[in-house]
């Protein structure tokens, strides 16, 4: 599952964040709305590539390579997001998810990433609300109570969120209301 909130901040209260980079793929993209825009189109473009040329779907690990990549070829200039990627393995199924920094380190873990303003209270309420082997509504539950209760401590994070559920056979998005002061 992968999840988002809605504002920029200042600027907007329903600023996508997170984008669909193949059927069973996600990219979360907080930081600088203006590179959070050019990154996705970037990416969206060369997985588009990517799938054309070898006629298959791009697998997670290959899309966090892809991504890393083109974070370290602007390291001395570089956009102003921390990429979060989710998804299920083509052929197996498996679950993946990993970040990377502002420059294209990457870290893949089994449990589960943060990124954004609100980091500190999501590790707070992640590592207590989350168990492995959870279903999918169980992780529904977990995530939105996670960044339910991270924004409310977090002056800067509000206007709710969009949570989307990975599964196998579908693809569940639902949409948080919060505070919106």
Not at 18 to 44: H, R, Y
Not at 90 to 96: Q, V
Request: aromatic share 12%; glycine share 6%; net charge negative.
């Amino acid at each position: 599952a992968v999840v988002s909130t809605q504002s920029t901040g200042t600027v907007s209260c329903d600023f996508q964040k997170i984008f669909p980079m193949g059927k069973k793929l996600f990219i979360g993209l907080p930081g600088l709305a203006t590179d959070v825009q050019t990154f996705a189109n970037e990416l969206k473009f060369h997985t588009n590539l990517y799938n054309l040329s070898e006629n298959r779907e791009l697998s997670p690990k290959t899309f966090l390579s892809m991504v890393s990549n083109f974070l370290y070829q602007r390291r001395f200039g570089p956009y102003f997001i921390e990429p979060v990627i989710a998804g299920l393995d083509p052929k197996t199924d498996e679950p993946f998810i990993a970040s990377t920094d502002l420059i294209g380190c990457p870290m893949i873990t089994n449990d589960f990433v943060v990124a954004g303003t609100c980091l500190e209270q999501l590790y707070g309420m992640c590592e207590t609300l989350y168990k492995p082997d959870m279903q999918p509504e169980e992780l529904f539950e977990c995530i939105s109570q996670s960044l339910l209760n991270a924004q409310d401590r977090d002056a800067y994070s509000g206007w709710g969120g969009v949570v989307y559920v990975i599964e196998p056979n579908k693809i569940t998005k639902r949409e948080l209301k919060a505070r919106q002061d």
